[in-house]
């Protein structure tokens, strides 16, 4: 008799529900996707220079170059900034938005660095323009020194009701993608050992994401000297593959 009075769900609405709650995650799938017509994978962000330089030449190397960029760059410049980014696209607060835009384009120490995130920018503002995303109207009046990628990547983001957290998880796992493909082809590296690496890595993204969003304002901010040398480098590279 008990079982009897057990209210049963119908399958239809467990399965809507199902759908409903994966969509964010799908949506975050396709902004992570190779296939996002941005150009990512010609960029390979000084990496590139420091293969050429020496620094970088088998597996082991890669690994605590991607995990020095992580922790050092990222954890403290892209990752605080996609967090206020986030924030103000949901308060639709464009002035603060802006505010951040320049910020983080201003600590891309290389002009092969600013150009790689502005022309990335611009092509994912495109594509959000063809998906009638209505603030890119808005965006291209006013942005006058060029849009950042994650300034996009966050709009899309919040606009597509990802959550923040998890959104800046995939934004941090495309760029490790990206950069262990990038040294694949360059050291060269086969390609399990190319998954050896993410492996390693990807245990280290969430403690990174985590404190890279909570960091405070007054702590946003990174240099690496080296990786900055080395880009200005490559902008005379005598032979290269990738544009940074």
């Not at 009638?132 to 597509?160: K, M, Y």
Request: proline share 4%; charged share 20%.
């Amino acid at each position: 008799m008990v079982l009897a009075a057990i209210t049963r769900i119908p399958i239809r609405t467990v399965t809507a529900t199902r759908m409903t709650n994966s969509l964010p995650l799908l949506k975050l799938m396709q902004l992570c996707s190779p296939t996002l017509p941005v150009g990512a994978f010609a960029y390979s962000q000084g990496l590139e220079s420091a293969i050429e330089a020496g620094l970088v030449n088998d597996k082991n190397t890669l690994q605590q170059w991607l995990q020095d960029s992580l922790t050092l760059s990222l954890q403290y410049v892209d990752l605080p900034i996609f967090a206020r980014l986030y924030q103000a696209w949901e308060d639709n607060d464009i002035e603060t938005v802006l505010y951040w835009n320049q910020n983080l384009r201003a600590q891309r120490e290389t002009h092969e660095l600013r150009e790689e995130d502005q022309h990335m920018g611009l092509a994912l503002m495109r594509l959000l323009s063809d998906l009638e995303f209505t603030e890119i109207s808005t965006l291209r009046q006013q942005a006058d020194q060029g849009l950042s990628f994650v300034t996009l990547f966050s709009l899309a983001a919040c606009r597509w009701e990802i959550p923040c957290e998890q959104a800046a998880n995939g934004f941090i796992w495309s760029w490790l993608e990206n950069q262990i493909a990038a040294g694949i082809k360059l050291i060269p590296l086969g390609q399990t050992d190319g998954q050896k690496v993410m492996v390693q890595l990807l245990p280290e993204i969430p403690g990174i994401v985590s404190q890279g969003l909570r960091l405070d304002e007054q702590d946003i901010g990174a240099s690496l000297p080296m990786l900055a040398i080395l880009s200005a480098q490559h902008e005379t590279q005598y032979s290269r593959l990738f544009r940074s």
